[in-house]
Every structure is written in structure tokens, then in C-alpha cells.
């Protein structure tokens, strides 16, 4: 699948390391999304991106920084991370990003452990 | 925000059995519940949702109940195969200013052949 690619697919750093993850979509949509997945927890929501303005950020430490350059990619720069921040990362798009009622198209996500 | 509780955890079932899967909701004013499905080591997909206009849609062996008074919602898979051995996560939206999905936890589903 093409759909929504996302890069690197497994990520080892430490804690006081610079990393970015990015994520790329191929559909033409106009919003953006990044999740936390963690075991036997629900999806978390992290940031969406609708037409390259932030329009949700759900409390999310300052350690982890996105960034919307334009409507079909979006980075989550992070920086001086805790070992409970080790999760898959994924990245979704969807048509427009502002109803919360559309389809989201996920990419395989990034493994990231934080040693 | 919305609230989205998922049960059970964890459901095996003999290959050719149905298998239930139930949500429940709290925000009444949500009006879209989709289902995904995350196989092992794969990205989540929709398989299929709902909204509240419909108690019922059906789609193949998958089928999707919604009771808006009881604000619960339940995914049904007939005839189950080892291919449908997956993670399943029901979502709700959220009608608040988030405007976003609200997931619930995930149930394993096995299929046991």
C-alpha cells in the first residue's frame, strides 16, 4: 500500500537524542493526523493538521513537535524523550479534518524505543 | 469529550462461529461510529461504520448495530474466518470542540480453525 507512507519504520534512541518522524500521503487529502498507540490502550490523538494549520492538540508534552509543511506531509520532531514515550507512532489523512466523521487512512506506523 | 468503552478485550471463537464485539458510547450528540481493524504488524483500516440516521448496516459478513438511547454500538462477524483474527477498535466522534474520533481499547479477536 501507497496510501500514506511513513518513515523510519523502527526508531532506537536515547533520551537526550533529536529525532523526526515523517509521514507522507499520496490521496489528495487535506488533513493530517498523528496517533500514539501503546499496548492495550486506545488510540491516542495526538496533533491534526486541516490545510496545514494545527486545528487539534490534545495536550501533548512539549518533547514532541509537529510540523505541516504543506497538506501531504507531516513530521513529529522529537526531542529529550522519557522511556514511556516508546510506542508505534501513526500517521492517518483524511478528506478534510475538521468534521472528526470521515475516513482516516493510516500508514504502518514507526516502532520508536526510547532507551 | 467523549468516552468510548470497548468489551471484551480478548474473544476467541471456532472458525465458522460469529463473533460480537461491543462499544459504548458517552457523549449523546456523537453521530459516526466506524470500526477498524489492525491486523498483526499492519496498519489500522476501516472496515465498516455507521451513523446515527440507521440502527443497522450490514456489509458482507459484517454487520454494525446502533442503539443511540443506550448509547452502545456492537460490530458482528458471521461465519468467521482465520483471516478475520485481528485487532478490532470501535470510535465514536466526538461532537465537542476536539470534533475528532474517539477510540476505544481493541479486542483480539482469534479464530480458531
Known amino acids: 500500500e501507497t496510501g500514506v507512507t511513513q518513515t523510519p519504520r523502527h526508531l532506537v534512541m536515547g533520551m537526550t537524542n533529536k529525532k523526526s518522524l515523517k509521514c507522507e500521503q499520496h490521496?489528495?487529502?487535506?488533513?493530517m493526523y498523528w496517533y500514539k498507540q501503546s499496548a492495550k490502550k486506545p488510540l491516542e490523538l495526538m496533533f491534526v493538521?486541516?490545510?496545514?494549520?494545527?486545528?487539534e492538540n490534545n495536550s501533548v508534552p512539549s518533547r514532541f513537535s509537529p510540523e505541516c509543511p504543506n497538506s501531504s506531509h507531516l513530521f513529529l520532531h522529537l526531542h529529550t524523550l522519557q522511556p514511556e514515550d516508546s510506542a508505534l507512532y501513526l500517521c492517518?489523512?483524511?478528506?478534510?479534518?475538521?468534521?472528526?466523521?470521515?475516513?482516516?487512512?493510516f500508514g504502518p506506523g514507526t516502532r520508536l524505543l526510547v532507551l | 469529550g467523549e468516552n468510548v468503552e470497548q468489551h471484551p478485550s480478548t474473544l476467541s471463537v471456532q472458525e465458522g462461529d460469529s463473533a460480537v464485539i461491543k462499544c459504548t458510547y458517552s457523549?449523546?450528540?456523537?453521530?459516526?461510529f466506524p470500526w477498524y481493524k489492525q491486523e498483526l504488524g499492519k496498519r489500522p483500516q476501516l472496515i465498516i461504520d455507521?451513523?446515527?440516521?440507521?440502527g443497522e448496516k450490514k456489509d458482507q459478513r459484517i454487520a454494525v448495530t446502533l442503539n443511540k438511547t443506550a448509547k452502545h454500538f456492537s460490530l458482528h462477524i458471521t461465519e468467521t474466518q482465520p483471516e478475520d483474527s485481528a485487532v478490532y477498535f470501535c470510535?465514536?466522534?466526538?461532537?465537542?470542540?476536539?470534533?475528532?474520533?474517539?477510540f476505544g481499547s481493541g479486542t483480539q479477536l482469534t479464530v480458531l480453525p
Open positions: 492517518a489523512s483524511s478528506q478534510d479534518g475538521t468534521s472528526g466523521q470521515e475516513t482516516q487512512y
Open positions: 490521496l489528495g487529502h487535506n488533513a
Open positions: 493538521y486541516s490545510l496545514e494549520e494545527r486545528v
Open positions: 457523549d449523546s450528540a456523537s453521530n459516526y
Open positions: 455507521i451513523r446515527s440516521n440507521v
Open positions: 470510535a465514536a466522534h466526538d461532537s465537542g470542540s476536539a470534533r475528532q474520533l474517539t
